[in-house]
């Protein structure tokens, strides 16, 4: 699949690239990391933009994009280096709701788009490897209601959120996939306990221990056992997000190496002329392009009616994207020397961030299994 931007979308492509370059400069950046690494005054500029809301239609409060215009946002942000979790928010927890539960998502995903609210997909555990339905969190009985109990884990933006939305295994319903279902937990619930921590690349994310946490049965999204379709179509999307947010850094990381060898003189001419580091710079073009080009696959794979297919493709593409990333990232140190190292300079925050993007939503290493058993 060739992608080629339309007219709209180059201009939807140009507009987020101009905001960027003139509130999200690598200085701004820092000092966000220094502030906690989140913004409210960025969050907001997101919202007023549009971005929260790229790939839900107008109903909803969206711009009714789809996932091409998601990628070319989010590719964007990449290259910017943005901290913020949009994908986390606006694309994971926003397309599990709008799957899930059609008169809730009517409820709540227009303020989640203003950026009046922040609600996070609770889902991932320790475990998982990669595996959609591998949850251990567990519903139990409840007088009038519904309890839950169990661990998640390294959700961005969980430090702001004001609910949750939490996946867990329901009794007696055999099956993984009809297992699982869906509730939306307010962050002050008595029984919910968050720990919050720092990521490698400035940014915030927060661990959930859930103990004996007594819900009504209001706070179910959608059926019983549904969940795994909800989470299935929003992990999909949130996956391009994901590639397409990697593929900016290593555009950044990719051109600011090429600019630094072509600045960098020694024994009288650019390092750009010695033959060894422009073949190195040569790799890092191929992985970069070859990124590219699983994106391209990524976008295609999501309109596969083949569900097992459509999972194998995105965690290949995940899988490779993320291995890339690493590579690049590793490159564009080496290359640069002992100033890659520094804060100061922006090329070892694109592999920080490169080493986050591949954590998020299953690696690289455990994707592969992921694919060769789909």
């Not at 549009?50 to 942000?77: M, S």
């Not at 869906?182 to 400035?202: A, K, N, Q």
């Not at 090429?258 to 009288?268: A, K, M, T």
Request: glycine share 12%.
């Amino acid at each position: 699949m060739d992608f080629e931007p339309g007219e709209d979308q180059v201009l939807l492509r140009e507009s987020v690239e101009r905001c960027l370059a003139e509130t999200y400069g690598f200085e701004v950046r820092r000092a966000i990391v220094r502030a906690g690494g989140f913004d409210p005054t960025q969050w907001q500029r997101f919202a007023t933009m549009g971005w929260l809301g790229t790939a839900l239609p107008d109903a909803l409060g969206g711009i009714d994009g789809g996932a091409e215009e998601l990628a070319l946002v989010h590719e964007a942000l990449g290259r910017a280096l943005v901290l913020e979790p949009v994908a986390a928010v606006a694309t994971l927890a926003a397309q599990t709701l709008r799957h899930a539960d059609a008169a809730r998502a009517r409820e709540l995903l227009p303020a989640l788009v203003a950026g009046e609210r922040i609600v996070v997909l609770a889902h991932h555990e320790n475990g998982a490897a990669g595996r959609l339905a591998h949850v251990a969190a567990r519903v139990e009985a409840s007088d009038g209601g519904v309890g839950l109990s169990g661990h998640k884990c390294l959700l961005p933006g969980g430090t702001r959120a004001e609910s949750f939305i939490v996946s867990a295994r329901e009794p007696g319903r055999g099956s993984d996939e009809a297992a699982l279902s869906l509730f939306l937990v307010p962050c002050d619930t008595p029984g919910l306990r968050r720990h919050d921590y720092r990521l490698i690349d400035g940014s915030s994310a927060c661990d959930l221990v859930l103990e004996n946490v007594r819900l009504d049965d209001a706070a179910r999204l959608g059926p019983a056992g549904g969940g795994l379709a909800a989470l299935d179509e929003a992990h999909a999307l949130a996956t391009v997000a994901a590639l397409a947010e990697a593929v900016g850094v290593m555009d950044r990381a990719v051109s600011t190496t090429r600019g630094y060898l072509l600045d960098r003189r020694q024994f009288g001419m650019a390092i750009a002329g010695f033959q060894a580091l422009r073949h190195r710079l040569a790799d890092m073009v191929i992985a970069l392009e070859q990124s590219r080009a699983m994106l391209q696959h990524a976008l295609h794979a999501l309109h596969d009616g083949d569900r097992p297919r459509r999972c194998r493709s995105l965690a290949l593409a995940k899988a490779l994207v993320g291995r890339n990333g690493r590579f690049v990232g590793a490159q564009a140190i080496q290359l640069h020397g002992g100033i890659g190292m520094t804060d100061e300079y922006p090329i070892g925050h694109c592999f920080k961030r490169l080493m986050v993007l591949d954590r998020w939503l299953g690696d690289a290493d455990t994707l592969w299994g992921v694919a060769s058993e789909t």
